[in-house]
């Protein structure tokens, strides 16, 4: 489905150490493993995921710099495809070699000089080596040896297969170095040998979910403001569970929908962050404690064991139905007063269980306290300001549509690369609603620029808030300015509420006209691969085209900008700030990668 005729970067870009894989003549045969857990992760039971090298035994991650004095339960995670047994194999560092016990094993296994204390952080079976295992702070080259034989990755033919050392730099406290998967254009990670994996590092105990698919059923699409009783009545719905995640909560109507489910006997679990940008305001507080005293579990996620700079993800499991947004827990989101954003309701129990999976699996870290715990001895601020209270039309009305298939994405574990992959198969069309965009390199936008130079036929529109407008209209003149010296079918404008809607918050994307990505992704590094974030990927021309005509409707209204050129921005004018707001402005900027 083609497009119709109608017609700042927020830089937050995580340094990160890169692998270095050196080059060394085969010796042993080769195999290509499928992605399974690593350290203290949680696991997904998806359709495996090619990784790396075909049967050879490798190296899969590495947790060179405990948080303990002495740097106590170092280990090394390393792979055997086959049964195998370790004691031909050794673990060299170009200082020191340690050799691996005299056991048998297949699959994962971790090694350690300190067994019992590796055994706390990671789910791998442990074995204990003898001597000094001790992986350098600063970085190093680790290699598993088979002989004097550094073991071997490959491509997809044996007879051409190369050996591989792992090389990390730098290495961050309590945080593990771990092979990933990696698109075409994840810049922080550096590709293996096969041209497909990468490594990242990553907290210990952070998930690893996989892309869980499901297959046909339907869903409630609809945007907001226009809509703001379908994610309330869904609450109201419920009659077993809700399990509740968000970043920010300030909405009362929401927290009247919840305290009525438990006086029905439903179960009902809340997860907030415990730091959003700008701190958790006092009515926010009351909100949370009215919950807490009407028997709602309220746990707020953070501090010095979190594994995610922020729980940025927004979403609610009620029953076997599952209520994905790009939206907060507060008036000017779900309440409908402000945002123009996308939500989805779908029904399938599969996308239910998995984001019950992944709110069990952040509300029962042990970064997660009870809020009777966390606000004990604490005062709050008020709230900057009165809350939004505008009020919009249904000009979108909610429509129950036929998805033929759906994803959940997860952050930081599978979307960025999952996205990637989905952009880079556009045939015709791709649309995206951003607030704003993190650098002219980042993936995703690449990913776009690339489709365009397929031909297929782009539109970006980000919002025009005061707190982005600038980079917005850099951003927009750079992506016009590319498309008229390659002669590519790609747009951007600056989007213009005209009444419609207060700002642009949605984080949306619709590809061919069947396929549309809704959730709180924001298309920047920090929440791709340092928040929590969720997403799902509705598939089929009716879920498709429900937020493509919607998306259009906006393009529509952002025709002219103000600017007399059809919504591309002159060649250095730039759109003027408000004055006096230097100060907010680079608060805002934080917000965006942050909070929206």
Same mark, same amino acid.
């Given at each position: 489905m083609s497009l119709s005729t109608d017609s700042a970067p927020i830089l937050v870009a995580a340094v990160l150490s890169a692998v270095v894989l050196v080059v060394i003549p085969p010796a042993i045969a080769v195999n290509t493993p499928a992605e399974t857990a690593l350290v203290g992760e949680t696991t997904a039971n998806d359709a495996p995921v090619d990784i790396g090298p075909a049967d050879s035994p490798e190296i899969v991650a590495l947790y060179p710099n405990p948080v303990a004095d002495g740097d106590t339960g170092e280990f090394v995670v390393v792979r055997f495809s086959e049964r195998s047994n370790l004691s031909n194999w050794s673990l060299a560092d170009g200082e020191t070699t340690v050799s691996l016990p005299n056991a048998t094993v297949s699959g994962r296994v971790a090694v350690s000089a300190v067994p019992q204390t590796a055994r706390n952080l990671t789910d791998a079976r442990v074995l204990a080596v003898a001597g000094s295992l001790s992986l350098a702070n600063g970085g190093e080259t680790v290699r598993l040896v088979w002989d004097g034989t550094a073991a071997r990755t490959s491509r997809t033919d044996v007879n051409d297969s190369l050996a591989a050392t792992v090389t990390y730099e730098d290495a961050p406290e309590g945080e593990r170095f771990r092979r990933v998967r990696s698109g075409d254009d994840l810049t922080v990670e550096t590709k293996g040998s096969a041209g497909t994996a990468g490594w990242r590092w990553t907290p210990l105990g952070a998930t690893d979910f996989g892309v869980a698919r499901t297959g046909p059923t339907d869903a409630r699409a609809f945007v907001l403001p226009d809509s703001p009783a379908v994610p309330i009545e869904t609450l109201r719905?419920?009659?077993?569970?809700?399990?509740?995640?968000?970043? $920010?909560?300030?909405?009362?109507?929401?927290?009247?929908?919840?305290?009525?489910?438990?006086?029905?006997? *439903?179960?009902?679990?809340?997860? *907030?962050?415990?730091?959003?940008?700008?701190?958790?305001?006092?009515?926010?507080?009351?909100?949370?404690?009215?919950?807490?005293?009407?028997?709602?579990?309220?746990?707020?996620?953070?501090?010095?064991?979190?594994?995610?700079?922020? #729980?940025?993800?927004?979403?609610?499991?009620?029953?076997?139905?599952?209520?994905?947004?790009?939206? =907060?827990?507060?008036? @000017?989101?779900?309440?409908? #007063?402000?945002?123009?954003?996308?939500?989805?309701?779908?029904?399938?129990?599969?996308?239910?269980?998995?984001?019950?999976?992944?709110?069990?699996?952040?509300?029962?870290?042990?970064?997660?306290?009870?809020? @009777? %715990?966390?606000?004990?001895?604490?005062?709050?601020?008020?709230?900057?300001?009165?809350?939004?209270?505008? $009020?919009?039309? %249904?000009?979108?009305?909610?429509?129950?549509? !036929?998805?033929? &298939?759906?994803?959940?994405?997860?952050?930081?574990?599978?979307?960025?690369?999952?996205?990637? @992959? $989905?952009?880079?198969?556009?045939?015709?069309?791709?649309?995206?609603?951003?607030?704003?965009?993190?650098?002219?390199?980042?993936?995703?936008? +690449?990913? $776009?620029?690339?489709?365009?130079?397929?031909?297929? /036929?782009?539109?970006?529109?980000?919002?025009?808030?005061?707190?982005? %407008?600038?980079? =917005?209209?850099?951003?927009?003149?750079?992506? !016009?300015?590319?498309?008229?010296?390659?002669?590519?079918?790609?747009?951007?404008?600056?989007?213009?509420?005209?009444?419609?809607?207060?700002?642009? #918050?949605?984080?949306?994307?619709?590809?061919?006209?069947?396929?549309?990505?809704?959730? &709180?992704? =924001?298309? =920047?590094?920090?929440?791709?691969?340092?928040?929590? /974030?969720?997403?799902?990927?509705?598939?089929?021309?009716?879920?498709?085209?429900?937020?493509?005509?919607?998306?259009?409707?906006?393009?529509?209204? @952002?025709?002219?900008?103000?600017?007399?050129?059809?919504? +591309? *921005?002159?060649?250095g004018l730039l759109g003027a700030v408000a004055v006096g707001a230097l100060v907010a402005l680079l608060y805002a900027k934080r917000e965006v990668v942050f909070e929206n």
């Open positions: 719905r419920a009659d077993r569970r809700i399990l509740l995640a968000g970043y $920010t909560f300030a909405s009362e109507r929401v927290a009247d929908a919840l305290a009525s489910a438990t006086r029905r006997g *439903v179960e009902v679990r809340v997860l *907030v962050d415990d730091s959003p940008v700008g701190g958790l305001s006092r009515r926010s507080a009351e909100l949370l404690d009215s919950l807490a005293a009407r028997g709602v579990e309220v746990r707020v996620l953070g501090g010095p064991r979190a594994r995610y700079d922020f #729980h940025h993800a927004k979403y609610a499991v009620a029953d076997d139905r599952a209520l994905v947004l790009t939206e =907060n827990w507060k008036p @000017s989101g779900t309440g409908g #007063h402000s945002n123009r954003g996308w939500g989805a309701v779908v029904r399938s129990e599969a996308v239910a269980s998995r984001l019950a999976d992944v709110f069990r699996a952040d509300a029962g870290w042990r970064g997660a306290t009870p809020w @009777s %715990e966390f606000r004990r001895g604490r005062s709050f601020d008020p709230a900057d300001g009165a809350p939004a209270n505008d $009020t919009y039309s %249904e000009a979108v009305a909610p429509d129950r549509v !036929n998805v033929s &298939s759906s994803g959940v994405l997860i952050a930081p574990d599978n979307a960025e690369a999952s996205l990637v @992959s $989905t952009l880079d198969a556009a045939d015709e069309s791709i649309r995206v609603q951003q607030v704003a965009i993190g650098g002219r390199k980042h993936s995703l936008l +690449r990913a $776009t620029v690339r489709a365009a130079r397929r031909g297929v /036929e782009v539109r970006v529109l980000l919002s025009s808030a005061w707190y982005v %407008e600038e980079d =917005n209209r850099k951003l927009v003149e750079w992506l !016009n300015r590319r498309a008229e010296a390659e002669g590519l079918p790609l747009e951007a404008r600056m989007a213009d509420p005209r009444g419609r809607y207060g700002k642009i #918050h949605a984080k949306g994307v619709v590809v061919d006209g069947d396929a549309a990505v809704v959730g &709180s992704l =924001n298309w =920047n590094n920090h929440s791709a691969r340092a928040n929590r /974030e969720v997403a799902v990927v509705l598939r089929g021309e009716e879920a498709g085209g429900f937020y493509a005509r919607a998306f259009d409707a906006d393009w529509r209204a @952002s025709a002219n900008d103000g600017f007399g050129s059809g919504g +591309r *921005v002159p060649v």
